[in-house]
């Protein structure tokens, strides 16, 4: 299996947690594929900078709401 | 699966199906002449095969296909274009190799040709790996 990349992230907790936006959506508002929301969540990728306060401003949270790190 | 790696999957197999086509009609010929109508006709195989092959992928996922490449597609695309462009570097300086033992532009030409093929292979291989692994 490949090294799991050291930034950890709640984004299915928060997409479940704000009924249930489904990834399709999310991607849709941040700019990138359903694909792209999966990994994320499967901890298959780590978002640029960028799509990572896209995301947090989704959810109205502060960026270390939904990442963390785990290096 | 993605648009992309659904493509780079038919583009593999379409890869691989265009070298067996190239191996198997050079083998027989004497002398490791790359004959003209043999490397035309198995260019424009790979191109027929490539354009059927994206065709029959986007009419079942219109929309995927439609849709611009994201972060993580450019991402992926970028390492593999690279991690392929060294595969067909390596195979150039080994081409060379072949002619400067005196093999001949003959072998040198198959030597290229054959790079060619494997870092276009590399190529959707690690987009493959890279889209299932993680980049």
Known sequence: MAKKPPITNRVRELREAHGGVTQAALGEAIGVTRQTIIAIEQDRYSPSLESAFRIARFFKVGVEDVFGWEG | ?135
């Open chain 2, 1 to 135: 699966m993605s648009f992309r790696e659904k493509s780079a999957w038919v583009m593999a197999a379409i890869i691989v199906i265009t070298a067996v086509l190239y191996a198997v009609m050079i083998a027989p010929l004497p002398g490791a002449v790359p004959p003209l109508p043999i490397v035309i006709g198995v260019v424009v195989v790979l191109t027929i095969l490539s354009v059927l092959g994206q065709v029959a992928i986007a009419v079942f996922a219109p929309r995927d296909a439609n849709a611009a490449a994201d972060e993580r597609d450019r991402r992926v695309a970028d390492k593999a274009g690279n991690l392929s462009g060294m595969v067909l570097a390596v195979g150039v300086v080994l081409a060379m190799g072949t002619y400067l033992m005196g093999h001949g532009g003959n072998v040198m030409f198959h030597a290229v040709f054959v790079s060619l093929i494997a870092a276009q292979f590399a190529e959707y291989a690690l987009t493959i790996l890279f889209y299932r692994r993680g980049v």
